[in-house]
């Protein structure tokens, strides 16, 4: 066996051990995966270095970005993008500009220059969309409100990786004399017509060309042929997205864009999703793996305090913005937690500025140590981002944040809704509003409880009961009238905000019937014993009805269908 196929052998068995050992631990602990994977690669980085081959390895680790990046393209198409970046596009822009300039002023005042505080202020300025993705996924939100418009901001800040990439070269030349202001502005305005002509070609192609290429390749019949025809689009679009100074992720993200426009999305989803999640594995630990031990001994307080000060202030930033476009009060807190760490790219700009000569080897160190601390520090704060905000309303009466509170959130305080002998519906998204439909249906009266604005102005124009507000709140549950109410069903999916409904529907009406979904098995007997007389999972459900089909299908009695369901139930939990 040569030495290299022995290097490369070597690292991937430390890899995946780490990264097995981390997760493992990370799970005992009822932490998120994410943590151990990047607990184990911190580990081996700063033990057995000399036995990884670094560049190899950060190969893979590119390859698990540009995948992570592609499925979540699939998973939030054109249509979805296009509900969202209206709103949070400016808003995104103005939140990279204001924290890239404030700590490019903070940095500066504590004794860096100009050009390593420019570094480390543009990564600071933008966020992970690798680490947030993974998360949300991990805890079923990508589809909510606060998932979407997390996902939405961060695709902003990716597009916005193309500029400082144009930029920041452009501007140590400058600094260095290489050029003259005149050149550099139109080498910049170049570069970045050049990235928007190639984004209107790949989309306006892509929609022309993929879904005939995937009908066809689904003709054949193959999945080796399907799962070829993948990587020849993901690597396309990712060569020609590098070609013009666009990062290759972002690449792979517009090719997942493309591709969810066509009718074998899933199918494409399906085939690519094993090696997603092999290749993010390793990506999380190679995070894990570039911090260096013995430099954040020796800085630890500063490097805690630069964290810490980042954090707090994207935190504000990003909370204040989302507050101002019209968010609730609650979505605009959990995008700003979502958001508060700093990007993988800081990276990249790290290795960039050494080799530019812009950053010194230890300021680069330093850039990596506050990049990999934010993203670690992230891990806890979003996995219990709900709690967090429910702690933090109770501890300032209620009044977080007081900035730019709407009409609809005032005009909650008054008096109680006219309504009685209802249906509650709280969460009006994909499984509520098919409940909705059914209730309207039937002439059940219902009402809706969301903290979506755009949802409940659109109720509200078809002249459906709905209340703006978060269904957590006391207030805002009384207000619905739950005490008056046959039924609340609630049909969001984070745990911490179904307990505190459940808790205040049962002081409001202790008589009170309450169905709640959930998306993991282990919450049914935890929901049962808070009270809950119908627990759905709608993963299970979907099983359900497969196999009621499937059955059927071979002939089985209606009778022995029944009972087979029912025989599925108990072992569910649900007989």
Known sequence: MSPNNFSLITTLLLVFAAAFMGGFIAKRL???LVLGYIVGGFIVGNLLRNFVDVPTLSVFSDVGVTLLLFTLG???SFARLKSVLPVVGWAAGVQILLVLGLVLLILQLFGFSFLPALFIAAAAALSSTALVVKLLADRGELDTIPGEVAIGWLVVQDLAVVPMMVVLPTLVSVIGGGNTVGLSMLKVATSILTSAVFLA?????GRKILPKLFAYVAKIGSREMLVLAIAGVVLMAAVGAAAVGLSIAIGAFIAGLLVAETSQNHAVFAEIRPMRDLFG???????????PASFLITKFIPVITTIVGIVALKWFVILVLARFVGYHRKTAFLVAVSLTQMSEFGLVLGKEGVTLGAISTDQSSFLTAITCGSLFLTVPLLNRSHEWYYRLAKVTGNRLPVIFPTKEEVSNKGEQYPIADHIVICGYGRVGKYIGRALLM???????VDYNHTTIMKLKEKGIHAIYGDPAEREVLDFAQVDLARAIIIAIPDRHTQEMVIAHAHSLNRRIKIICRTHFEEDQSHLKSLGVHTVVQPEFEAALSIVTRVLGEFGQTQEDIAGKVSRLKIEHGLG
């Not at 070609?201 to 192609?205: A, H, T, W, Y």
């Not at 990506?283 to 911090?291: H, I, P, Q």
């Not at 039937?442 to 809706?448: G, Q, S, Y």
């Open 30 to 32: 009822k932490q998120p």
């Open 74 to 76: 699939i998973e939030f």
């Open 201 to 205: 070609i790949v989309v306006v192609l």
């Open 281 to 291: 594995i390793i990506f999380f630990v190679t995070l894990g793996f570039a911090l």
């Open 442 to 448: 039937a002439n059940i009266p219902f009402l809706v």
